[in-house]
């Protein structure tokens, strides 16, 4: 069973920045692609970004600018670095990791940014 392991999250004022880590137990070549989602109070989780095993990357259009996801493979782990945090980046943030049809997940980090 794969495991993830997210970490970084706390609470920050408006226009801070956070640096999130996602540790994989696995070569994070094994798989497919990895990502970033979030889940906000009262709603549905949604996609952050992504970045595939060839390195190409994609992001949620109103987040590119501020958020850059990024990895380091020796490590086995990605990252998500956010910039001028707002309140309404509030949410869980999961660390994912796809296989073939087969989804894993992180645990969730909390990120709470005040006005």
């Known amino acids: 069973q794969e495991k993830l392991v997210e970490s970084g999250g706390g609470l920050v004022q408006a226009g801070g920045s956070l640096r999130l880590s996602c540790a994989a137990s696995e070569n994070i070549l094994f798989f497919n692609s990895m990502g970033w989602y979030r889940q906000a109070p009262g709603k549905q989780r949604e996609l952050v970004a992504t970045?595939?095993?060839?390195?190409?990357?994609n992001y949620v259009d109103y987040l590119a600018g501020r958020f850059t996801i990024s990895r380091d493979v020796a490590m086995n782990t990605i990252f998500l670095q956010m910039n001028n945090l707002k309140p309404e980046d509030t949410a869980v943030y999961y660390c994912?990791?796809?296989?073939?049809?087969?989804?894993?997940w992180g645990q969730g980090t909390q990120v709470t940014v005040s006005s």
């Open positions: 970045i595939n095993l060839g390195g190409s990357i």
């Open positions: 994912n990791a796809k296989v073939l049809r087969t989804d894993y």
